[in-house]
């Protein structure tokens, strides 16, 4: 089937804007994650989601990030204020099974571009 | 602190030639680790997962190894289109929710 969809691929916004970047895991997947990645950077961990509650919120880098996961399904990051150090790859990522040993499958990531 | 450091930074090879990539990590309750293959503007791809030291994983000319403190990653008779960027990442801990912690990375390029 299809895997990790994420949209918009690219995002450029002017600082202080609202931006939201969605993630549609591999139909099925029960766990869903939000990492992202800066120029020369290791992939950092957000937030992951398992079904649609986030037990573990504490990879957010500030209160102007939030997530949400409807229906077990789609998730939307939502960056507000948005500062230039924002400017990433955010990937998300999917898996089929939290508490096992399952990798994430990854999806193609939205280029944010804060200007 | 879980903690993944992968060396070198970069690396140059000819068409042919093997290399080892290394991949150091120090965590708390190792459950998996796993490799991942990028490509420049695309998401991470699934390699191998290795669960205990001793363990080995093969694909095509890549062959992954684990010992209690680290993993390599053997690359037999490389070819330009295994160019890259390799990363290792580790799940750890009881409540870790399959989160993965991740190293560096290392830019592999191989030349014709």
């Known amino acids: 089937g299809a895997g990790v969809s994420q949209s918009p691929s690219n995002k450029v916004t002017e600082k202080g804007k609202d931006v939201e970047l969605r993630c549609d895991p591999i139909s099925g997947h029960t766990a869903l994650y939000w990492y992202r990645q800066s120029l020369g950077q290791g992939l950092e961990f957000l937030i992951y989601?398992?079904?649609?509650?986030?037990?573990?919120k504490s990879g957010l880098p500030s209160d102007r990030f939030s997530a949400e996961r409807t229906g077990g399904s789609v998730s939307t990051l939502t960056i507000q204020r948005t500062q230039q150090e924002d400017s990433a790859v955010y990937l998300c990522?999917?898996?089929?099974?939290?508490?096992?040993?399952?990798?994430?499958?990854f999806g193609n990531g939205t280029r944010l571009t804060v200007t | 602190e879980d903690q993944v450091t992968q060396s070198p930074e970069a690396l140059r090879l000819q068409e042919g030639e093997s290399s080892s990539l290394n991949c150091s990590y120090t965590v708390s309750g190792l459950r998996g680790l796993f490799w991942y293959r990028q490509d420049p503007g695309k998401g991470p791809e699934f390699l191998f997962t290795?669960?205990?030291a001793g363990e080995e994983k093969e694909k095509e000319r890549l062959k992954a190894t684990l010992t209690k403190k680290e993993s390599f990653l053997h690359i037999t008779a490389p070819k330009p289109e295994d160019s890259a960027t390799y990363l290792c990442?580790?799940?750890?801990?009881?409540?870790?929710?399959?989160?993965?912690?991740f190293g560096g990375g290392t830019r592999l390029m191989v030349k014709p």
């Open positions: 990442a580790v799940q750890a801990g009881e409540n870790a929710g399959n989160m993965l912690t």
């Open positions: 290795l669960y205990s």
């Open positions: 990522a999917s898996s089929l099974v939290v508490g096992g040993i399952s990798p994430l499958h």
């Open positions: 989601f398992q079904g649609n509650s986030a037990p573990d």
